[in-house]
């Protein structure tokens, strides 16, 4: 034990202080647990709050705490070990909890470091909706905004932990590691599993009595009102803390109190930072974004969303008389029927909804796409399994989930449409972006998906035949003051009430919905499956082009000192960033995707396939792409909103190529800067004074012409300047002959001398003689490329 057990809790506290920072993560484990053993709740109280944040950290970053999310068990198994079995749900750390919790000790929250929402809505005195916050709600005597949450140890336990995901997210991470390996991704599934259990029930905690259970806290009544969004009440607040109603516990509420509280700590931490007033704001490009998740953040939700699906669908099946469920459903079963609806769905759909407008566009969307389509997929995560002899062939998606997707209706058309925007401004040659759109056409290409989606649209687009003017908020926001139990209205049985109602909720009445299956987003889907066609064609010319210039590429290019290589054009390629096998990837996601996407909206093939064929037609003799559409004017060529549109999308560019003096470019790093220089000198003064004598041999139209013109003009200019938008007074610049010897000072050039006189002094070749064999050879290599350049060089223009 670290220190007597008759001492004082202020020095229980500074000693473990003192042993945080002298003894190591393991020894510093053990001495805790055996503090929270012998300990009573009474000292114990006084280190919980430090515990707490030590472990995840401070509410400002400023203490790192534990640092969970950057501890692997990769990088450091003996800790990552140790850590996960003393936070672990039975583990020492829940056992301080539960034993504080039969104490009924309360422990202060500030919520200043609340999400935005909830925090705006407290500092105007107006309830927030989640019942989480009610009753304990304290302001300072003094008045201000300063006020805080006063917690029960579990809760205060989850809100810090909860929320160290969000305040943490500054921390220095280990790069290239995943985040579903670390230390908080594991708690945070053990956590779900152990609070949330798809089979059994919550199991109880330890009871620190001999004789007794944990208490749990009092429920909320249901008779006590609250203020939601948008109504502005200065004292409800004030009047609501200072009249607590006093009530006898509900035995059904307290047996998931917990399951509920994690669930709510969870929501409200990582996804209610958005409001529905915030979300209608945020659709303005010119309101600054107040929150930016991060892809840690996406991957736990996704975490949550999957446990959740599996945690409502082992619900078991209702029994044929509605009385007798009323009487034989236990608690937990009644929450697995209304958990996501209830608690997850108009939070997550504005949080979806932010991120496809606001995440860049990049390959990191994949997170928010995973998450989209784990949540429109809950018979991903159902209890039965596909037959073996079916796994060939794509599930049919039953027609009992029929209710889930009309009364998620947005999550399945608006979001679709959202990533159909997103996707005609990416890359779709990048076979990272292909993915993502090959992922979206596949998970709704299911059969049968596509034509319940669009059922769904039908049952909201049914006349309104009596629905009161505001009635529709009740069934899809009910009363949240209370316990889950209480206050539920009847179910619905009016289909095309349920959709409607909840489209009404969460974009309101006045909002123009637009048919994932009418013409506009057909037009939408028409105009991705052209740019599906112009990605898979620019991704086999490059894959084409890359093969020509391997091919081309041999020992002797290290020794040819043609003028062309210094006409600063960039001669990489852009496969080398790519790669082959990426290429190849590409190719098969698009063509699956457009085959998907074909079955979804029902398109025809033929017909798609010319109007892609008619696309292609866009490539010129030399297999490459015209110039983005512009007009041609005094000062030569300029863009077209069409060329515009062009060029930002990838699909034609400009072939821009260095076209003044090769001799007077900035000096590369492959040059050497003295050489350059004194071989320009060098070049200039014989260009100056030959210069006549070089004109006369160049327009002779013999032999001796046709090789001097080869090598002391640059006939690449003019072809150049049809594929540039150069000025046309450049145009007309002075293609004079003369000599060049800048090719020289390349360190390459340089260290192809230095291997042949080296390798010819193996041969007792002396350097005169070595150069005379490099004249020579380099003699006869001119007199061959001259008979062929010759007859397709237009350098006799």
């Not at 949450?149 to 921390?171: D, G, K, V, W």
């Not at 259990?197 to 749990?216: D, F, H, K, M, Y």
């Not at 040819?560 to 190849?584: A, C, H, V």
């Not at 010129?620 to 863009?639: A, F, H, R, V, W």
Request: contains cysteine.
């Amino acid at each position: 034990m670290a220190v007597p057990y008759l001492q004082q809790p202020s020095f229980l506290l500074a000693s473990l202080k003192a042993d945080c920072m002298n003894k190591p993560f393991a020894q510093r484990c053990h001495d805790l647990e055996i503090v929270i053993e012998d300990f009573p709740a009474k000292e114990l109280h006084a280190i919980f709050p430090w515990l707490v944040e030590n472990i995840f950290g401070s509410l400002d970053g400023i203490i790192i705490g534990w640092n969970l999310r950057c501890l692997h068990g990769r990088a450091n198994p003996t800790e990552y070990a140790i850590a996960l079995d003393f936070l672990d749900p039975s583990g020492p750390m829940m056992k301080l909890v539960y034993k504080l919790q039969a104490e009924e000790y309360r422990y202060e929250f500030p919520v200043s470091y609340l999400p935005g929402p909830v925090k705006a809505s407290m500092q105007e005195r107006v309830l927030p909706e989640c019942s989480l916050y009610h009753n304990k709600v304290q302001f300072p005597p003094s008045g201000g905004l300063g006020s805080n949450l006063a917690l029960n140890p579990f809760e205060y336990y989850m809100f810090y932990f909860a929320i160290s995901l969000i305040t943490q997210r500054n921390s220095p991470a280990i790069h290239h590691v995943s985040p579903s390996n670390s230390a908080y991704f594991s708690l945070v599934d053990t956590y779900l599993k152990w609070f949330l259990p798809t089979e059994g029930s919550v199991l109880p905690p330890p009871s620190s009595n001999p004789g007794g259970g944990i208490p749990s806290p009092a429920p909320r009544s249901p008779a006590v009102p609250f203020t939601s969004y948008g109504i502005h009440h200065t004292s409800l607040l004030k009047r609501h803390i200072a009249h607590q109603p006093s009530v006898n516990a509900d035995p059904a509420s307290q047996e998931i109190w917990r399951s509920e509280t994690v669930l709510k700590v969870f929501v409200e931490m990582w996804l209610h930072h958005y409001s529905l007033e915030m979300y209608q704001k945020m659709q303005s490009p010119h309101v600054k974004e107040s929150f930016k998740p991060t892809e840690e953040h996406v991957l736990v939700i996704r975490l949550l969303v999957k446990h959740l699906h599996a945690f409502a669908n082992s619900l078991k099946p209702e029994p044929l008389s509605p009385s007798a469920h009323s009487h034989t459903a236990s608690p937990l079963e009644e929450f697995k029927r209304v958990v996501i609806p209830r608690f997850v769905q108009q939070k997550l759909y504005i949080f979806l909804q932010h991120c496809f407008g606001h995440w860049p566009l990049d390959a990191s969307f994949r997170a928010v796409l995973e998450m989209w389509l784990s949540y429109v997929q809950p018979w991903r995560y159902a209890p039965e399994k596909p037959l073996q002899s079916a796994e060939l062939q794509p599930r049919s998606v039953s027609e009992k989930w029929a209710p889930f997707i009309q009364e998620n209706l947005l999550m399945y058309t608006k979001l679709f449409v959202g990533f159909l925007n997103r996707a005609l401004r990416t890359d779709l040659v990048s076979a990272k972006n292909a993915l993502m759109v090959f992922r979206v056409a596949k998970v709704f290409a299911q059969p049968n998906l596509a034509e319940m989606i669009q059922k769904g649209e039908q049952l909201l687009l049914e006349p309104e035949l009596v629905i009161p003017h505001r009635q529709h908020r009740i069934f899809m926001t009910p009363t949240l003051g209370g316990s889950f139990l209480s206050s539920w209205p009847p179910a619905i049985t009016d289909a095309s009430f349920k959709v409607k109602s909840h489209v009404y909720c969460l974009e309101g009445q006045d909002s123009q919905y637009k048919q994932m299956f009418g013409p506009e987003v057909r037009n939408l889907v028409l105009r991705l499956a052209q740019l599906i066609g112009q990605a898979q064609q620019t991704a086999k010319s490059i894959s084409d082009h890359s093969a020509e210039t391997m091919a081309s590429q041999s020992f002797l290019s290290w020794f040819r000192f043609s003028p062309s290589d210094m006409n600063g054009s960039y001669t990489g390629n852009d496969l080398d960033e790519i790669g082959q096998d990426s290429i190849k990837k590409t190719d098969e996601y698009l063509e699956k995707a457009q085959e998907y996407l074909c079955q979804i909206f029902r398109l025809n093939e033929a017909q798609l396939t010319q109007m892609i064929m008619n696309c292609g037609a866009a490539q010129d003799e030399n297999g490459k792409k015209k110039l983005p559409d512009c007009i041609e004017s005094e000062d030569g060529l300029i863009l077209t909103p069409l060329g515009r549109y062009q060029i930002i999308n990838g699909l034609r560019r400009f072939e821009i190529e260095y076209q003044g003096d090769t001799d007077l470019q900035p000096i590369r790093s492959y040059e050497n800067a003295t050489l350059v220089r004194l071989l320009f000198q060098l070049s200039s003064g014989i260009n100056q004074r030959f210069a006549d004598q070089m004109e006369i041999l160049c327009s002779r139209e013999d032999f001796i012409g046709r090789l001097c013109r080869y090598h002391l003009t640059n006939p690449f200019l003019v072809e150049k300047g049809r594929h540039s938008p150069a000025l046309k007074q450049r145009s007309g610049c002075s293609r004079r002959p003369r000599i060049s010897l800048r090719f020289l000072a390349s360190y390459r050039t340089l260290l192809s001398l230095f291997m042949i006189y080296f390798i010819a002094s193996w041969f007792c070749i002396g350097p005169l003689a070595c150069a005379f064999i490099i004249l020579l050879g380099y003699l006869l290599y001119a007199i061959v490329m001259t008979f062929f350049t010759e007859r397709w060089k237009p350098h006799q223009h």
